[in-house]
Nanobody, 127 residues
Framework: VQLQASGGGLVQAGGSLRLFCEAS????????MGWFRQAPGKDREFVAA????????YYSDSVKGRFTISRDNAENTLSLQMNSLKPEDTAVYYC?????????????????????WGQGTLVTVSS
C-alpha cells in the first residue's frame, strides 16, 4: 500500500478542514488506517484510527468530538473531517497504514504499529 495525503491548508480557529488520503494497492480493505500529526518542535502524536472494516474508530482525547475519521474501501480512500479547529491543531498530518495486517486493538495508537506512511499535509490554524 502507498499513501498520498491531501487537503491541508490555512484556516481560522473555529473553522473546518477535511483531509484525504488516497491509497494504492488492492489490499486496502485489509489495512487498519490512521492519522498522526507533528506540531513544530513537538513529538509526533496519534490523532485517529479506523479498523480495517471501518467498524471501530479511535481518537486521541484532544480531538475527540471534533474530528471524524472515515474510510471508503470501495474507493481506497481515508478521510479526516476536522471541525472546531484550534491553533493547537496546527501540525503536519500524516496518513498511516498497517499493511502487514498485524495490528491489534491495544496498539492502535502506537506509531510503531504502522509500517506505511504518507508524505504529510500541513494544517495551519490561525487564532
Amino acid at each position: 500500500v502507498q499513501l498520498q495525503a491531501s487537503g491541508g491548508g490555512l484556516v481560522q480557529a473555529g473553522g473546518s478542514l477535511r483531509l484525504f488520503c488516497e491509497a494504492s494497492g488492492r489490499t486496502f480493505s485489509r489495512v487498519t488506517m490512521g492519522w498522526f500529526r507533528q506540531a513544530p518542535g513537538k513529538d509526533r502524536e496519534f490523532v485517529a484510527a479506523v479498523w480495517r472494516t471501518g467498524s471501530i474508530t479511535y481518537y486521541s482525547d484532544s480531538v475527540k468530538g471534533r474530528f471524524t475519521i472515515s474510510r471508503d474501501n470501495a474507493e481506497n480512500t481515508l478521510s479526516l473531517q476536522m471541525n472546531s479547529l484550534k491553533p493547537e491543531d496546527t501540525a503536519v498530518y500524516y496518513c498511516v497504514g498497517d499493511s502487514r495486517g498485524s495490528i491489534i486493538l491495544s496498539s492502535i495508537r502506537r506509531e510503531g504499529s504502522y509500517d506505511t506512511w504518507g508524505q504529510g499535509t500541513l494544517v495551519t490554524v490561525s487564532s
